[in-house]
């Protein structure tokens, strides 16, 4: 079991003050010969634990996040209607969302300190799995003086051995930026990422030991039936 010593578990990934990498966005240099540099954004998130979080005996598997097409990619999207998505300009993740998010979530669950194991899909054996479909991830420009974020993630809990779902939730944050430009809004998506992985950890922590303790109580009914 992983020690938590502090209150907060920072994640080790290059937060958007501290390091920008600036590439050349080759295909905007036309005839005239100038670059567009694009700014390739690395969020840095810190999980906020509980001190009643419980830790438990079992390993979690997380399975890579299933979302659509546009948001499967390292464009930063932004919401300006009801359905209207368009890119940030000159700007990108670093990784595909998907990706970015899986791994922030293995880190946020793992440095936790409470689980006996935390890996990817096939990387441990495991009583449990995290299954996620990301529907909302983008920043939102509704017309008011600044941007907010969106998040909204399903999540399913399945016992691997039945591959039963134990447990679901839908998790949907709305964070407000405090301007409209890109470190307002980097900021904001750390933020949400935060109350995202937080709000997850307790709900799996609590969520699959219900379903542990009622998983061994079956077990335990049908061998005193087979006696």
């Known amino acids: 079991m992983n020690p938590n010593p502090s209150r907060f578990a920072r994640l080790p990934c290059a937060r958007l003050a501290v390091a920008l990498l600036v590439l050349p966005l080759l295909g905007a240099c036309g005839l005239t010969g ?48 009801a359905s209207r998505l368009q890119p940030y ?64 993630i399903q999540s399913n809990l399945v016992e691997q051995r039945s591959g039963r779902v134990a447990a679901s939730r839908t998790f949907t944050v709305r964070q407000q930026a405090s301007g409209k430009g890109l470190d307002d809004l980097v900021i904001a998506f750390e933020r949400a990422m935060e109350e995202y992985v937080s709000q997850l950890t307790g709900w799996v922590l609590v969520e699959g030991e219900l379903a542990r303790q009622q998983l061994d109580q079956d077990r335990q009914q049908w061998r005193d039936r087979r006696r």
């Open 89 to 152: 300009p000159a700007a990108s993740w670093l990784d595909n969302v998907p990706d970015m998010l899986h791994s922030l979530t293995i880190q946020a669950l793992e440095d936790s300190g409470r689980f006996d194991g935390v890996g990817r899909a096939g990387s441990l054996r495991s009583r449990f799995a995290l299954a996620t479909e990301l529907r909302r991830f983008e920043g939102v420009d509704d017309g008011s003086a600044d941007l907010a974020v969106d998040l909204v």
């Open 34 to 81: 100038q670059v567009s540099p694009v700014s390739i954004i690395a969020p840095e998130i810190e999980l906020q634990t509980d001190a009643e979080w419980s830790e438990v005996d079992w390993a979690l598997q997380v399975r890579r996040p299933v979302t659509d097409q546009m948001r499967d990619s390292e464009r930063i999207l932004i919401r300006t209607g």
